[in-house]
């Protein structure tokens, strides 16, 4: 069974940096796209950020020039920079796996574990 395991995420105050990382396990072959999603209070679900395996990243434009997403295909852990961090940045952010082919299974999509993220002074 293919899961993500992540860590980081906490307390910050605003300007202040913060960085997520996300490791799938489970006898994984490939996976097509990596990234995360974050859900603020009241608000839905929102992609974040998301890098292929080919290493082509696409972001919310509200990170634009603060977020940096990457990824260790060896390692099949995707990481996630974030920078100069806002109160609105504040939410449970989730990492997400897409087209993951194991050795038993193919899954369209992965879902890992939330992490709150509270960017407050």
């Known amino acids: 069974q293919v899961q993500l395991v992540k860590s980081g995420g906490g307390l910050v105050q605003p300007g202040g940096s913060l960085r997520l990382s996300c490791a799938a396990s489970?006898?994984?072959?490939?996976?097509?796209?990596m990234g995360w999603y974050r859900q603020a209070p009241g608000k839905q679900r929102e992609l974040v950020a998301v890098?292929?395996?080919?290493?082509?990243?696409n972001y919310t434009d509200s990170v634009k020039g603060r977020f940096t997403i990457s990824r260790d295909n060896a390692k099949n852990t995707v990481y996630l920079q974030m920078n100069s961090l806002k109160p609105e940045d504040t939410g449970v952010y989730y990492c997400?796996?897409?087209?993951?082919?194991?050795?038993?299974?193919?899954?369209?999509?992965?879902w890992g574990q939330g992490t709150l993220v509270t960017v407050s002074s």
């Open positions: 890098i292929t395996s080919g290493g082509s990243a």
């Open positions: 489970g006898s994984i072959f490939s996976i097509y796209a």
């Open positions: 997400h796996a897409a087209n993951v082919v194991s050795t038993k299974h193919r899954y369209l999509e992965v």
